[in-house]
Structures are given as structure tokens and as C-alpha cells.
């Protein structure tokens, strides 16, 4: 690439953070409004292609809003909020730890982030009716459950990771032997760094405005809730939605098939599945919670899905426009700054994958290269959990989600780009869980590779 | 203000560490050295594996494309096997990096110290430089405006076609590696990642 290439594809970046910026300022559907005039300019100025705006990941969060709302219009999450509420009395901060960790299993359960969607506004009910500043549970769990990809053996980016460390004996279980204990002490540092993190909500400026201007009601004492007739049986239908979704995805054998394109059959991808099972969910609390349907899009649940839905769509299609065009770009200068300085791969994993918001693309491109620097394979799969690095800019589906569900205004998508809820937890726990891979990895498994033979005396 | 600032030290120092533990765990760069035959044997099928690993996800990905086309592309960070989406040349570009990097690789196996050694390594060196040669002459024939449908067709089978000659080819070139020099023969026999890729290469 020449110079003038590279200044393009700068000036291109440029403009993605520029909105970026100008949307997370608007707030609300601005975000997706101006994601939207983003790609306008990158196709009409600088001619690019344009990239594929994130239908998946839009039905996705239709048809969890949807079952989501429905058990919100049912009385579901009062009853929800109660239960969590009697659970946590005694230590109602453990919401910081427990979030995390659910958000993750989740993930490793399903080997997808969108399994999230359907218990971001369960978290943030919990944390507001305790008076915790929702920020520290929602942030913490959307980093945890990003992080889950790296653990969960049905995840695109573990299958793409596989056939790289196999040549070095390490198999499915040794990979999950090094990330899923690392991503546990991750989890667990920013949990404890994430439970102390900003201020209390009562002495919260933004919160405080918004409680001012009646934007936001005071947080109802969980004792005080009273519950709908059939607020148990929403939940109970909820919630087996999100367990059939859990066992459809962990279990690719009960899926239905579908014809595979090299011929036989296939078992059916978990997208398709997390709609269908969120929208059956969503229509069985209609019919057995008695709720009716003109009441569902009544309920702040679905507002704030609706306007993180927009959002998602405009970013994601800007950010995925740039991608699309400079992915090559992107990952030559990144693999560049490894070649020649290989103790830097860690971090060129973590911006890989921040700068292409995959992390398949992140895992293909930085291990092999890893591994031909001569990096051992157990060390690369440590440092390879630095592909939860898509959270470094706010334009995922499940930031965006976070941010929106919060009503408090504490999770927010930062004024300078870099500057979002989720920075902090996301490097604590990237950090951390390299760190603690690594130490894995020397303690547990050294150098698994046999020595290389001594060759007989001819 | 001052929190922000005690958290960009604290992140700083961090990434310092994770770079400061990553350089203390180093690497093998044994470009223009000269190795044992084990260590060499052991490096060079360790990246040939690799690039096989990577190239038989690109075979992959061109033979089961997205089994729901229709429903556009997953968000990235949510991507599942299923979505995939493969295409002739995205999988000609893949393979091109992949190339790239086993040629890095090989490059830091350094040179066998047994009496054919330098020959052993040049073999596979030019096999690596050779097959990046083919995938990027492969890659270039793409851009070409085809006459015809069906030079179009010949263009996507003969681009597909040098993905499987590159693959071939390079097992071969270990197999030959031994004619060469019987000292690396024996190493290449013994390796774990040479016996690995053994094993792979008689599976598939």
C-alpha cells in the first residue's frame, strides 16, 4: 500500500470516529442516525462498498425485546427484581460478581454474545431496585460475556483457533484448560475493581438530573412491588426459553438439520434458533400470562430495545462499511507491529479484533503469525483471549444494548470514543486473564511440544 | 479527573506487564542460524501444520457457506460457525496471508547443521516461496475480466485448484526433505509436530 493509501484509509477511520462521536453525543436513535450518515460518506466521498448492516444481530434483539417486554408488560421482572432482591439482602453487591458470571456461562453455553440480550434488562432492574449504580453490573457482564466466546467450545473463533494448536498437541480440552480458569480470575479482578467503580447513584450528577426531571423514577423497595397474577408464569416462560436456547446450543445434536452445502445435512446455526425460541416465548407469555399485545410496546424494556436496535443498525453498518473496505490494511499494520516487535503480539490480538469487531478475523490472522515468530502454542492460546478486545469501540450490539437498557444514565457510550463504560472492565479483564493464562500455561502445561529429537549418528 | 488519570496508569501498567511477560517468555527466531535437525525438523512442520490448519479452514469455509444467506451477515462479535461466508477469492486472499506467514516461519527455522542441511531448508523455503507465487498468480488471474462465462468458470476452478496444488505440493516437499539429507529424515521422523502433521495428512 502507498502512503497516499494509508492516509486514506486514516482519514476513512477519522470519519468513522467523528460520528462515532457526534452520535454517542445525540444519545438515543442519534447514535444509529448518525452511524447512518457515516456510511453515506464513506460510500459517496470515498467510494467504498458499502458493508452489511447487522440484520442478525437486529432480529436477534426484535424477538428477545419482544419476549423480554412481554414478561415486563406481565409483571415478570417485578418478580424477577424481588426474587434477586431476597437472594442479595444480605450482600446485595454480589450482583457485580453473580451478573458476570451468569452473562459469561451464557456465552460458553451457546458460543455466542447474543444470548446476553435477553438478561440485560433483568440486570439492570436488579441493580437499580438495590441501588446499585446499574453501570457496574451491566458493564462488567457485557465484557464478561464477550469474554466467554474465548471458553466456549461451539464459538466460530474456538473452531477457527483449533486446527492452528493442534499441530502442537493442544486439543479442545487443553484450550479450555488455559482460558477458561485465566477468563475466571479475569472476571473475578474486574468484578472486585467493578463493584467500587464511579460513584454511588445518589451522588451521581447525570442520574440525579434525570431523577430531577422525572425522567426516571426512584427506585421502588423490592418489598413494596406487588406482583401481578401471572408474573411467575411469564418468568417461568422466559426463562425456559433462554434455558431450551442454552441446550440447543451446547448440544449441536438435538438441533434440527439443515442441508449443508457440500451435501448430507448440518445442525442448524443458534441465531436462527435464539429468534424463534425468543419470539414462542414472547407469544406463550401473551396467551398463558394473559397479557395483551397492545400492551407490550408500552413498557420501557421495549423502548429502550427499539432505540438500541436503530442505533446498532446505523454504527455497526458504518463501522462494518470501514471494515469491510480496510480489513487487509487494518491487519498488515497491526501484523507488521508484531513482526517486528513479536512481544507486542498480545496487544495486536486485543486491537485486531478491537479495530475488525471479530474475533475469528483477529484469531486467523495474529495466532499463525504468533506461532511463526516462535511464540509457544500454549502462550498464543493465553493470549488469544485478548480478542475480547471487539469491545474497544462502542459499536457492538450488546454495548450499545447495555447503554440503552440503563435508565439511570450511568452506562453510557463515552464522549471521546474510547472513553465508554465498557473501557475499564475491558482491560482489567483482557489484562488479567492474558496474564493469568500465561501463568497457566507455564505452571500447568510448560512446554507441552516433546523436545525436539536428537538425530541418530549417521 | 484525577480517577481517569490514576486509570490510564493503572491500564498503562498493565499492558506493560502483559508486554513485559510476553518478551520474558521470547520467541525462536532462528533466521540465517544454524539449528540441531531436531529443532529445525520441529519448527518447520510446526509452521507447515499451521498453515495446513488455516488452509483447511478456507476449504471449509468455500464448501459450506452460509446455510442462511438470506438473513445478511452476523455481527461480527456474535459470528457462529454457521454464518460464515466464503467466497473463491476471499479464500485466495486468506490463503495468501496464510502463506505469508509459514513463510516467516520457515524463514525463522533457521538452517539443519548435518551435512545436507542448508539444501533441506532451501527445499522447503523455495516450496513456500513457490506456493506463494502460484496463490498470487491465482489471486491476480481474478482481477482479470473473463471473455466468456465460461473463462469465468475456468478462472474460479483454476483459483480453487491452486489452493489444493499449494497443499499438496507442500507435503510432498517434507516427504522429499528426507531423499535429501537422511540426518534431517531421521529428525523429521522423530519430531512431534512432523509426526503430527503425518498423521494429519494420512487422515485427510
Known amino acids: 500500500m502507498s502512503t497516499t493509501d494509508w492516509i486514506l484509509v486514516a482519514v476513512q477511520g477519522l470519519v468513522v470516529i467523528g460520528f462515532i462521536a457526534l452520535g454517542v453525543r445525540s444519545g438515543g436513535i442519534g447514535l444509529g442516525l448518525w452511524g447512518g450518515v457515516g456510511t453515506l460518506v464513506l460510500v459517496f466521498v470515498f467510494g467504498l462498498d458499502p458493508g452489511e448492516p447487522p440484520i442478525s444481530a437486529i432480529l436477534i434483539i426484535i424477538a428477545v425485546v419482544s419476549a423480554a417486554a412481554a414478561m415486563q408488560a406481565a409483571g415478570g421482572v417485578d418478580y424477577m427484581v424481588q426474587v434477586a432482591s431476597k437472594a442479595l439482602r444480605a450482600r446485595p453487591k454480589a450482583l457485580n460478581f453473580v451478573a458476570p458470571y451468569v452473562s459469561y456461562l451464557l456465552t460458553i453455553l451457546t458460543g455466542t454474545s447474543n444470548t446476553f440480550f435477553s438478561i440485560i434488562p433483568v440486570i439492570n432492574e436488579v441493580a437499580y431496585a438495590n441501588k446499585i449504580r446499574p453501570e457496574r453490573a451491566l458493564a462488567g457482564s457485557t465484557v464478561a460475556n464477550a469474554l466467554g466466546i474465548t471458553s466456549s467450545p461451539v464459538a466460530a473463533a474456538t473452531a477457527t483457533l483449533l486446527p492452528l494448536v493442534e499441530i502442537y498437541n493442544y486439543d479442545l480440552i487443553d484450550v479450555l484448560l488455559i482460558t477458561i480458569p485465566a477468563s475466571l480470575i479475569g472476571i473475578f479482578a474486574m468484578s472486585v475493581v467493578m463493584s467500587r467503580y464511579g460513584t454511588e447513584l445518589d451522588a451521581d450528577v447525570e442520574y440525579q438530573r434525570r431523577l430531577a426531571a422525572g425522567e426516571v423514577q426512584p427506585p421502588a423497595p423490592a418489598a413494596d412491588i406487588v406482583l401481578m397474577p401471572f408474573a411467575k408464569r411469564s418468568v ?25 452445502e457440500g451435501g448430507g445435512v448440518e445442525p442448524m446455526s443458534v441465531t436462527p434458533l435464539i429468534q424463534m425460541i425468543m419470539l414462542t416465548a414472547a407469544a406463550m407469555i401473551l396467551v398463558f400470562a394473559h397479557v395483551k399485545a397492545t400492551d407490550v410496546p408500552t413498557t420501557p424494556i421495549f423502548r429502550s430495545g427499539m432505540i438500541a436496535m436503530i442505533a446498532l443498525f446505523g454504527i455497526a453498518w458504518m463501522a462494518d462499511t470501514f471494515i469491510a473496505n480496510n480489513e487487509d490494511a487494518i491487519v498488515q499494520a497491526l501484523g507488521g507491529l508484531a513482526e517486528n516487535w513479536p512481544f507486542m503480539i498480545a496487544v495486536a490480538i486485543f486491537l485486531v479484533a478491537g479495530l475488525t469487531t471479530s474475533q475469528s478475523a483477529a484469531t486467523r490472522t495474529m495466532v499463525p503469525l504468533g506461532l511463526a515468530l516462535g511464540i509457544g502454542a500454549g502462550y498464543m492460546i493465553a493470549m488469544w483471549t485478548a480478542v475480547v478486545g471487539v469491545l474497544f469501540l462502542p459499536a457492538n450490539g450488546t454495548q450499545i444494548a447495555a447503554a440503552e437498557a440503563d435508565t439511570t444514565g450511568t452506562t453510557n457510550l463515552g464522549k471521546r470514543v474510547v472513553d465508554h463504560s465498557f ?13 493469568a493464562g500465561l501463568a497457566i500455561v507455564w505452571l500447568f502445561f510448560g512446554d507441552q511440544t516433546p523436545p525436539p529429537p536428537v538425530p541418530a549418528t549417521p | 479527573m484525577r480517577a481517569g488519570l490514576v486509570w490510564i496508569v493503572a491500564i498503562v501498567a498493565g499492558i506493560a506487564l502483559v508486554i513485559g511477560v510476553t518478551a520474558a517468555i521470547g520467541t525462536s527466531d532462528d533466521s540465517g542460524k544454524t539449528v540441531t535437525a531436531g529443532e529445525w525438523a520441529q519448527t518447520a512442520c510446526g509452521a507447515v501444520g499451521v498453515w495446513r490448519g488455516e488452509m483447511e479452514d478456507i476449504v471449509e469455509e468455500l464448501r459450506t457457506p452460509s446455510e442462511f444467506p438470506a438473513s445478511g451477515a452476523e455481527e461480527p462479535q456474535s459470528e457462529t460457525p454457521q454464518g460464515r461466508t466464503g467466497f473463491v477469492r476471499i479464500g485466495l486472499e486468506r490463503a495468501v496471508r496464510a502463506t505469508d506467514t509459514m513463510i516467516e516461519g520457515i524463514d525463522n527455522a533457521g538452517t539443519p547443521d548435518t551435512p545436507q542441511g542448508a539444501e533441506a531448508a532451501k527445499l522447503v523455503s523455495d516450496w ?15 482481477d482479470e475480466e473473463a471473455d466468456s462465462l465460461e473463462d469465468s468458470i475456468t478462472q474460479l476452478t483454476d483459483a480453487a485448484r491452486a489452493i489444493g496444488a499449494a497443499l499438496a505440493s507442500g507435503v510432498r516437499t517434507i516427504a522429499e526433505v528426507g531423499r535429501v539429507d537422511p540426518a534431517v529424515a531421521a529428525a523429521v521422523q522423530e519430531s512431534s509436530t512432523c509426526q503430527q502433521l503425518r498423521e494429519d495428512t494420512t487422515t485427510s
Open chain 1, 236 to 260: 417461568a416462560i422466559f426463562l425456559a426459553g433462554v434455558f431450551a436456547i442454552c441446550l440447543f446450543g451446547f448440544v449441536e445434536g438435538i438441533r434440527p438439520t439443515v442441508a449443508a
Open chain 2, 128 to 142: 513456500s516461496d513457490s506456493a506463494l507465487d502460484e496463490l498470487e498468480k491465482a489471486q491476480d488471474s481474478l
Open chain 1, 423 to 435: 473501557q475499564v472492565p475491558l482491560q482489567i479483564c483482557w489484562i488479567v486473564t492474558a496474564l
